[in-house]
């Protein structure tokens, strides 16, 4: 296995999520500030948006729009001409606070609903799902029996879509059918408690590993084949940027479970070039 060096190029920021690629500039959100920014390839930043709710994940829609996911009150805002509107109301839907998320290329959100409400309980079980808005907002529930649905991709053919399960330790490799629906493959290892991904072009996943301080890409059998690691950081998410989608965004913090509860954290994000480019989305 390889060794990279993260170069640091944002820094300062509470618990960053949620990293896209989009108009030539890195977007995430900080859950904690509560507000959406983005970093162009120096590192210079930009405060776009805030929010009277925690937001997580984030999307691109077709349009350009970009989508952000708001925690407990379970809505997706849609961000344009620096405003924000209504996209989609998940909470008839959702049976617990909803976390991360992904929007593929045909404009679809895939929303991760843990089926618990935040702080977890120590009982917690299976009951997180994947829920599926189209672009006609029709909702619906594709993937059950998830432990703590975390960071999810889909490839650039629509026909393949992971999720993390940060829980179960674990990626759930799911096929995506035409109309969206999801249909379990297998499990793959991935190191403990993984967060955020992203797929590069042969199919590897680069999971953001909470619970071993490190960023890991293992192959489409689950094979580890490099690990970035970090020293006293736990791994939160990861995207791919840059004009040939070689440079790796790592966003990393320094906390703990314990930590966030007192919101306590410090964020950063490097990046590390990478041989195989990223592909699908994020």
């Known amino acids: 296995?390889?060794?990279?060096?993260?170069?640091?190029?944002?820094?300062?920021?509470?618990?960053?999520?949620?990293?896209?690629?989009?108009?030539?500039?890195?977007?995430?959100?900080?859950?904690?500030?509560?507000?959406?920014?983005?970093?162009?390839?120096?590192?210079?930043?930009?405060?776009?948006?805030?929010?009277?709710?925690?937001?997580?994940?984030?999307?691109?829609?077709?349009?350009?729009?970009?989508?952000?996911?708001?925690?407990?009150?379970?809505?997706?805002?849609?961000?344009?001409d620096g405003q924000l509107s209504l996209y989609a109301d998940l909470s008839d839907i959702a049976t617990g606070t909803i976390d991360d998320m992904i929007v593929d290329g045909l404009g679809r959100a895939f929303v991760?609903?843990?089926?618990?409400?935040?702080?977890?309980?120590?009982?917690?079980?299976?009951?997180?799902?994947?829920?599926?808005?189209?672009?006609?907002?029709?909702?619906?529930?594709?993937?059950?029996g998830l432990r703590f649905p975390n960071g999810i991709a889909v490839t650039a053919d629509h026909k393949r879509l992971v999720v993390a399960e940060m829980d179960g330790e674990c990626l759930a490799d799911y096929d995506l059918a035409e109309d969206g629906s999801l249909h379990l493959r297998r499990k793959l290892a991935c190191g403990r408690e993984p967060d955020g991904i992203c797929l590069d072009r042969d199919g590897?996943?680069?999971?953001?590993?909470?619970?071993?301080?490190?960023?890991?890409?293992?192959?489409?059998?689950?094979?580890?084949?490099?690990?970035?690691?970090?020293?006293?950081?736990?791994?939160?998410?990861?995207?791919?940027?840059?004009?040939?989608?070689?440079?790796?965004?790592?966003?990393?913090?320094?906390?703990s479970p314990g930590l966030l509860r007192q919101r306590k954290s410090s964020a950063r994000i490097d990046v590390v070039e990478v041989e195989t480019p990223g592909s699908g989305y994020p």
Request: net charge neutral.
């Open 1 to 80: 296995m390889s060794e990279a060096i993260l170069k640091t190029v944002f820094d300062g920021g509470k618990y960053f999520e949620a990293p896209r690629w989009h108009k030539g500039r890195l977007w995430f959100v900080d859950c904690m500030a509560r507000t959406l920014l983005s970093i162009g390839p120096s590192g210079d930043s930009e405060q776009h948006a805030t929010f009277d709710d925690t937001p997580c994940g984030t999307g691109i829609l077709p349009d350009g729009r970009l989508i952000v996911l708001t925690m407990f009150r379970k809505q997706l805002l849609a961000f344009a």
């Open 112 to 144: 991760g609903d843990l089926g618990f409400n935040l702080p977890p309980p120590p009982d917690r079980g299976a009951d997180g799902r994947i829920i599926l808005v189209t672009t006609d907002g029709a909702k619906r529930v594709v993937a059950e």
């Open 204 to 255: 590897a996943v680069w999971v953001a590993s909470y619970g071993e301080d490190a960023f890991i890409k293992v192959d489409r059998d689950g094979v580890e084949r490099q690990r970035i690691a970090l020293e006293g950081r736990r791994g939160i998410a990861c995207a791919f940027g840059g004009a040939d989608r070689k440079t790796l965004y790592c966003i990393s913090a320094v906390t």
